[in-house]
């Protein structure tokens, strides 16, 4: 079952922002919100997580709604090398409760 | 820091054939994770170890498959007899397990069973 809700495909303009948006209405409290990407033949990459503040980081920033439904990741100034497939995964922090499962994923293109 | 290191990186053998795909977590690390991705399925996690005891094996397809960690600092993930339809990109992923963790991935093992 998939608890999280990706577009399959976006494009981008280089230099532009790029707004991955995210559903997650059945997110629990105690549910933290990762992105990760995913270069084409390399190994997935971490880029941030939140549980229900906004973050952000030198990668990009994550704004979760206020209800936790849902949530944005934010590439300030898209660049040629941030054409990846990214996801969002929503997961429980902790002890015991440590395995990441991957949905379906945005693939963003970003163009020259 | 050297991150996690699989290995091999690529492997082509012939459907029958015993494979054998490695992996070194990052150090302190005490979780550890094999995916495969395909196509077809994406990315599935098949196995989790915590403190090198399995966790949760329901991703693993079938008998065919099976995955050890014999220390802190290796594990393997075995296939005999492979299949065509094993051909996939493996990845090992390792982290250190507190709340708001992240897990590291290796460059992955390229499989392709003939």
């Known amino acids: 079952d998939a608890k999280t809700t990706q577009p399959p495909s976006m494009d981008c303009a280089e230099g532009r922002a790029a707004n991955l948006p995210c559903n997650h209405s059945?997110?629990?409290?105690?549910?933290?919100v990762y992105w990760y990407r995913q270069i084409h033949s390399q190994g997935p990459q971490y880029i941030i997580h939140?549980?229900?503040n906004n973050e952000t980081n030198e990668m990009a920033s994550l704004i979760i709604t206020e209800d936790r439904k849902s949530s944005t990741l934010i590439l300030p100034h898209a660049t040629l090398r941030d054409t990846a497939v990214y996801y969002c995964?929503?997961?429980?922090?902790?002890?015991?409760?440590?395995?990441?499962?991957f949905g379906a994923g945005t693939r963003l293109t970003v163009k020259p | 820091d050297a991150g996690v290191i699989q290995s091999p990186r690529h492997e082509v053998t012939e459907m029958g054939q015993e494979v054998t795909l490695r992996c070194k977590p990052i150090?302190?690390?005490?979780?550890l994770f094999w995916y495969r991705q395909t196509m077809m399925r994406g990315l599935e996690l098949l196995i989790y170890?915590?403190?090198?005891?399995?966790?949760?094996d329901s991703g693993m397809p079938e008998d065919r498959f099976s995955a050890k960690m014999p220390n802190a600092s290796f594990s393997t993930l075995k296939i005999q007899p492979s299949e065509p339809r094993d051909s996939a990109v493996y990845f090992c992923?390792?982290?250190?397990?507190?709340?708001?963790?992240?897990?590291?991935f290796g460059e992955g093992s390229w499989l392709t069973v003939v």
């Open positions: 170890f915590n403190n090198n005891v399995p966790i949760d």
């Open positions: 992923a390792s982290s250190r397990g507190y709340s708001g963790n992240t897990i590291y």
């Open positions: 150090s302190g690390h005490d979780y």
């Open positions: 939140g549980l229900k």
């Open positions: 995964i929503v997961r429980v922090g902790g002890w015991g409760n440590n395995d990441m499962r």
């Open positions: 059945t997110i629990s409290g105690n549910e933290y």
